[in-house]
Structure formats: C-alpha cells, structure tokens
C-alpha cells in the first residue's frame, strides 16, 4: 500500500510488505526513541489525539511519538469534555479538527465510527481502538514484539504458535493480531476462552481458510502447551452491560509462575496489551511473573513507540528525512533502555 496519507483504519489493509515496511522504519526510530539523538522532521505539524474511551499507554504513546519527530499534539481526552457531548455529528467533529491537524488518531466506542469519522476528515486517521472492532496499531506493536522476541530464541513467526487467552469475543486486540498473522504461514492459534467469550466466527474461519490452525479449547493448562507465544487479555468490562456479568468471567483464567512453570516450554514468550487487570478476582496475570526473562509486556509498551513513530513518518512521507535534522540528546538518559 502506499502510507503517504492512507487512514490506518484496519490490518486488513495490510500487505505482509507493508507490515514489513512498518518493522523497518520503526527498527530506524531506535536512536530517537532511546534518546541518543533528537530530530524535528515534523517541526511545525500537529496532531490531533481524539480520545474518546479510556486510555492511557495508547494516547500517550501516540503522543510521545508523535514529539519525538518533533511535532505538536493536541488532545481531548472523554467525552464529557468535548463537544458530542453537545450533539456534534462525527462528520462536524472530523471537519473541525482536521482543519486543526496534519494527522488525526482516533479511539470511539462504537465499532466503525473511526471510519465514518475518517471519511469526513481532510487529513490522514488511524484508528486507536474502535469499540470491540480493532486496534491496528497495537496489532502492529503486538508483532513487532513477537518478531523480536522470537528472534532471540531462534524461531520465525512463520509456522510459531500462539496461545491467545481470555475475552476473545471483546478484545479488539486479538481480532487485530490474529487477522494481522493471517499473513504469515503455517501459524497454530491455541484460542482459550470461556464459550461465551470466544474468538468470533468469522474471524477463525478466515484464519483456517488462509491455513493456519486453530484449536478452540476452555482448558487452559492443556492450551497452554507447545506454544512460542501466550498473549493474555483482560476481560472487557466496559463492553458488557453490567459488571455483575463480567463477573462471572474474571478470574478464570490466570497465568502465575507456578501454572507457567507447569505447561509452557521454558522459551515461551509471554504478553499482554495491557493495562492487566490486577484486581484480586482478576488478576489474569500475576505480579509473580514480573521478574521472568520471558515477560516481554514492557518491551510491548516501549516498542509501541517505534512502531508508532514509523506509522507517523509513514503517512506524513520524511521515513526517508529522519536523519536530516538529527542532533545528539544532551540531557541523561542512561540505563533506561537495554541497547
Ligand atoms: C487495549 C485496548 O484498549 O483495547 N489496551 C491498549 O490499547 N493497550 C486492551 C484492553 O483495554 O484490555
């Protein structure tokens, strides 16, 4: 695809190259993002960071991006203090503030509303996590991690297998990571989940059409077995109608040191997008595991802001220009990342 102002919308978008693309260019925002150098490519731009759910890592993250080439943000962080709380249409909102903004990132609550709102607006959109749709970027971020992480132990993910774990049916994290491996081959996708809270239809039927393999099971220590990757979620709450009924999920499914050390081969790689849900009947996985080697969730955090940096100077086309204006850092950041 070309980036050079394509809305991020969805993986579906996505070619393996462009995902390819993706990795390379974040790969380059290294030095940048590691605060060895500092550049201003996008002196002068500004984005608009439209938050309209919670969030914390996605709109910061976008946001320290986004300065980090040296660009502006603007942000409005609920709905309560923006103007649809007044009754303004999508398209009112995406006209006003793309006359703002170079470059929009937008989370809704409803499915496909990124999309509508992109479509009125006059500059470039990526989609921060639409309801329970999709989160491309975090999908992106997700890999990017996972290639990483792999790498280091000898395994591509062409043919790796992956365990997803939880609130398969809600979290648009998993919908977008797993469309975005349909490009890859040969994957085993181990989906454990409660019934109710499977992986939707449509979306394994894709995966198999593609010919992966995907296993369905509710039992988690047997799931958990022959996997390269166990990527964790939390259950989502807010997209049930009350919390009495997710409730009835939240702490099925836990990963400690000990359930861990039981069933997962020794290089398994664990991950979650976070935020975990560390409340006691939550607790999908445990502080217990905070010190392991394999623990790969801040590496997730901290590679979110390469990727999304790459996503930035992608669309806003100076990938190529990072360097013109580079300068060293002179402030003291060592010991903050292990490069
Ligand atoms: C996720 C989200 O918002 O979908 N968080 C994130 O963006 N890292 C996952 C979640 O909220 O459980």
């Known amino acids: 695809m070309d980036f050079r102002g394509a809305h991020i919308l969805s993986v579906q978008q996505f070619e393996r190259e462009d995902v390819e693309t993706v990795f390379r260019v974040a790969d380059s925002m290294v030095p940048f993002a590691h605060r060895k150098q500092m550049t201003k490519v996008l002196d002068g731009a500004i984005l ?141 996708f181990t989906l454990i989940s409660p019934k109710e809270l499977c992986m939707p239809e449509e979306i394994v039927s894709n995966l198999r059409a593609a010919g992966h393999e995907v296993v369905e099971t509710e039992d988690m220590e047997e799931g958990l077995h022959g996997n390269d990757t166990v990527y964790l979620t939390r259950i989502q709450e807010e997209r049930f109608n009350t919390k009495l009924e997710a409730d009835v999920y939240r702490g099925r499914f836990r990963l400690n040191q000990a359930i861990y050390t039981r069933n997962c081969q020794p290089n398994t790689v664990i991950m979650h997008p976070l935020p975990r849900d560390s409340r006691e009947d939550a607790n999908e996985l445990d502080n217990d595991l905070n010190q392991h080697p394999n623990l790969a969730i801040f590496r997730q955090t901290d590679n979110g802001v390469l990727v999304r940096m790459a996503l930035f100077a992608l669309i806003l086309d100076v990938a190529d220009r990072i360097g013109d204006t580079a300068r060293p850092v002179h402030w003291y950041t060592e010991g903050r990342f292990d490069d």
């Open 48 to 188: 608009g960071n439209m938050f309209f759910e919670p969030s914390t890592r996605t709109r910061v993250s976008f946001g320290c991006a986004f300065n980090l080439l040296g660009g502006d943000v603007r942000e409005t962080t609920d709905v309560k203090t923006s103007s649809i709380s007044k009754g303004e249409s999508l398209y009112d909102t995406a006209r006003v503030i793309s006359g703002y903004s170079d470059v929009i990132v937008m989370r809704h609550p409803q499915v496909g509303a990124v999309a509508e709102f992109a479509k009125a607006s006059r500059v470039p959109v990526i989609n921060g996590g639409d309801g329970p749709n999709e989160h491309p970027s975090q999908a992106l971020l997700d890999l990017y991690t996972i290639k990483k992480e792999l790498a280091s132990k000898g395994v591509q993910i062409d043919g790796m297998h992956i365990a997803m774990v939880g609130d398969l049916k809600h979290g648009r994290t998993v919908h977008s990571l797993s469309q975005l491996l349909i490009l890859f081959d040969k994957i085993r």
